[in-house]
């Protein structure tokens, strides 16, 4: 199961072609498509900033609705606890959130579809990008 990060997301609600593009491989494949609640917040947070927070919420919850939205659980935040302290003594510091997301991406086996090229930081991760 890909797990659909927000860079990826925020392409598709802007109905960019190759995100487009992207999403009907990834749904060709079969595989059941994920998020993470960091990504919810971040889409949320965005929408609220935006010129139009009701028709970009509203855009946000039903493209979220169609998602798996995967647990920030123990097992993530204990990789959460030894990944960001890894990254951090390397000099290698990818931002709190993302760090969230990577841990539970790990936690998960899963890869990342993103444009975030920090995630290529993090050894375990497969990024698939656009």
Do not use: Q
Not at 34 to 57: D, H, M, Q, V, W
Not at 109 to 126: K, N, P, Q, S, W
Request: hydrophobic share 50%; charged share 25%; glycine share 6%.
């Amino acid at each position: 199961m890909p797990i659909l990060d927000t860079s990826f997301l925020v392409d598709l609600l802007r109905r960019r072609k190759e995100a487009l593009a992207l999403l009907a491989t990834l749904e060709a494949r079969g595989a059941p498509l994920c998020t993470t609640p960091i990504t919810a917040l971040e889409l949320y947070r965005g929408a609220f900033l935006s010129a139009n927070p009701e028709r970009n919420l509203a855009a946000a919850k039903k493209l979220l609705a169609s998602l798996i939205v995967l647990p920030l659980d123990d097992e993530a935040a204990i990789i959460f606890g030894a990944l960001s302290a890894r990254l951090r003594s390397e000099g290698k510091k990818i931002g709190d959130f993302d760090e969230v997301i990577a841990a539970i991406a790990l936690a998960r086996d899963r890869e990342m579809v993103t444009r975030d090229g920090h995630f290529l930081e993090v050894a375990g991760i497969t990024v698939v990008g656009w």
